[in-house]
């Protein structure tokens, strides 16, 4: 057996000292495809952030290779919407691993842009600015660029909310090509029903790992009612966890 994509060890995450995911110990198999759920406050989006590389963990270790590239989609409200940039410049930054921060587009470069707008429907549209477009459009021109960064792993925060039932579908059927080629997918999701249908694999989190394997065995009754239980039960005050023999 291969080993795993990424391997958590008694990772717990947080801000300012303060945690929000517990002592997380999981395996990720590459080419696999996964879905984060969770109540509100579970820690599903921090644990993305710091499988991206943009959170440290408080203690434990994310195991990963060196050489993994890695694409992140955060939650859309997280965008800045009146940044003066237009929709062909936000896919381009997708190249940013061929063209490095400074560089210019090749003729190459602009030709693979032009394919990826087409490929999520959004030809005609490369000199729209990011307040010119709805919800549905801004996120397909996400996935565009999620295209351009060909990456090994690829994490996708809420990929789905307010977007129509026409572009869930579209983006679904993106993420299904992209684990057809072997691409390992996370998404925090909310949608039981889509993660039912289409996400094999799965992570129930309540500020700790509640269960994580097959979507079947994980999401049970007894598991999403655990998963209730213990957010409701959390202590936002609470001081951070040490872990075993450490003070």
């Known amino acids: 057996m291969s080993a795993p994509l990424l391997h958590l060890r008694d990772v717990t995450l947080g801000y300012d000292r303060h945690p929000a995911v517990h002592h997380l110990s999981i395996e990720i198999a590459r080419g ?79 030709r693979l842009v032009h394919t990826a707008l087409e490929q999520v429907g959004l030809q005609g549209f490369e000199r729209r600015t990011l307040d010119a477009l709805s919800g549905g459009q801004l996120q397909r021109a996400l996935f565009a660029r999620l295209i351009l960064q060909d990456a090994d792993l690829i994490l996708l925060d809420e990929p789905f909310a307010a977007v129509d039932t026409k572009t869930s579908a579209d983006l679904l059927d993106m993420i299904h090509a992209w684990h057809a080629q072997g691409r390992t997918i996370i998404a925090v999701l909310h949608d039981m029903h889509i993660v039912r249908e289409h996400f094999p694999q799965c992570l129930l989190l309540a500020r ?39 003070s």
């Open 32 to 110: 696999s495809l996964t879905a984060v759920i969770g109540p509100n406050g579970a820690g599903k989006s921090t644990l993305l952030k710091a499988l991206a590389g943009a959170l440290a963990p408080l203690s434990g270790t994310i195991v990963a290779d060196a050489t993994l590239r890695i694409a992140y989609l955060p939650q859309s409200a997280a965008l800045d919407r009146s940044f003066p940039i237009c929709l062909f410049d936000l896919v381009a930054a997708g190249l940013w691993h061929r063209t490095g921060a400074f560089g210019s587009l090749t003729d190459t470069d602009r």
């Open 208 to 246: 700790e790992c509640v269960a994580h394997g097959s979507t079947d065995d994980v999401l049970t009754d007894k598991n999403l009612a655990r998963a209730r239980q213990m957010i409701e039960a959390f202590d936002e005050e609470a001081h951070i966890c040490a872990q075993d023999g450490v």
